[in-house]
Nanobody, 117 residues
Framework: QVQLVESGGGLVQPGGSLRLSCAASGFIFSIYNMGWYRQAPGKQRELVAIITSGGSTNYVDSVKGRFTISRDNVKNTAYLQMNSLKPEDTANYYC???????????WGQGTQVTVSS
């Protein structure tokens, strides 16, 4: 059974940091591209960061220099380190695992991040 379980969200003041984790099970984690998406109320879900199976990374412009995506293929876990958080980063953050060759696309349930003073 495929599972993606996010954790690490919460309430943080502007300028603060959070580290999100995505624990994966039920599939061969190392061959999947892992992504973090977010969706704010009334807005479309957007891709925040992606890390390929080979370790290449890409970020949406609004988080470059502040967020870092990483993965641990031994622990089957993906991470999103978020620094210098801004109120506009407030959203529900979702973990995604994608394997294009197999046509697999898995989602977690999301973790809420709220940036507010």
């Amino acid at each position: 059974q495929v599972q993606l379980v996010e954790s690490g969200g919460g309430l943080v003041q502007p300028g603060g940091s959070l580290r999100l984790s995505c624990a994966a099970s039920g599939f061969i984690f190392s061959i999947y591209n892992m992504g973090w998406y977010r969706q704010a109320p009334g807005k479309q879900r957007e891709l925040v960061a992606i890390i390929t199976s080979g370790g290449s990374t890409n970020y949406v412009d609004s988080v470059k220099g502040r967020f870092t995506i990483s993965r641990d293929n031994v622990k089957n876990t993906a991470y999103l380190q978020m620094n210098s958080l801004k109120p506009e980063d407030t959203a529900n953050y979702y973990c995604n695992a994608k394997q294009i060759t197999f046509g697999h696309d898995y989602w977690g349930q999301g973790t809420q991040v709220t940036v507010s003073s």
